[in-house]
């Protein structure tokens, strides 16, 4: 596949959260690489300076490249967390556990206690930003029991330090997409500035989408 590349496609870092622990990187492929643009982030695992674990995840709804995606029978459901706990720092190990609690159980009440007043919750899978705590209190209530890092998700594995980073998630049965990537970035308080929901959607219908997205809207 990389032989096929033209000389004009780029794969570049845009922002990294994390330390040479763990860390998550957001990243942007030119659409020479995959036939379309590309936004991912990445979970990093480091030791001794170097990438011991590295974990995509990417929206390839209307990517062509899925095309050539493993059968679901296939897929692993291990992705080598076991051997690489405890990289992350305890900071953002004990705020992860805490959304994660929260969504988990449906209240997103619990969940917006978590966040600063001026804080950002997007998700890229269905192009939404909502801002403000009060506001993603009032989306999540109302999203939560159709998102896929909802009700009984459980977390794979965690990266970041005291500013941030992030957890890979396992999505509960029946949820729209089994795996994802929540980055968070927090405040000198520990408090959430910005959570970005990075997670495919390909298996989503378009109806799923469209009622998804329209839980962003406040009538």
């Excluded at 997007?122 to 705590?133: L, Q, V, Y």
Aim: charged share 20%.
């Amino acid at each position: 596949m990389l032989e096929s590349w033209p000389s004009e496609a780029k794969s570049y870092p845009l922002r990294v959260i994390g330390d040479m622990n763990s860390a998550v990187v957001f990243v942007e492929d030119t659409p020479e690489m995959f036939s379309t643009e590309l936004r991912g982030a990445a979970s990093l695992t480091f030791q001794g300076g170097k990438i011991v674990r590295q974990v995509d995840y990417w929206d390839g709804r209307r990517n062509p490249f899925i095309a050539h995606r493993v059968a679901e029978s296939q897929f692993p459901t291990d992705f080598g967390e076991s051997a690489w706990q405890g990289r992350c720092s305890r900071v953002i190990q004990k705020v992860a556990e805490s959304l994660n609690t929260a969504l988990a159980k449906g209240n997103g009440t619990a969940a917006a206690t978590l966040f600063t007043r001026d804080a950002i919750f997007e998700d890229g899978a269905t192009r939404t930003k909502i801002e403000g705590k009060e506001s993603i209190q009032r989306y999540l209530s109302r999203a939560i029991s159709t998102l896929p890092y909802g009700p009984n998700t459980i977390i794979r594995h965690v990266v970041g330090n005291d500013k941030g980073g992030g957890y890979e998630w396992i999505g509960g049965p029946g949820a729209i997409a089994h795996h994802g990537l929540l980055v968070i970035e927090l405040d000198n308080d520990q408090l959430i500035t910005r959570v970005t929901a990075v997670w495919d959607a390909s298996r989503a219908s378009d109806t799923t989408m469209t009622t998804l997205t329209s839980f962003a809207i406040e009538l």
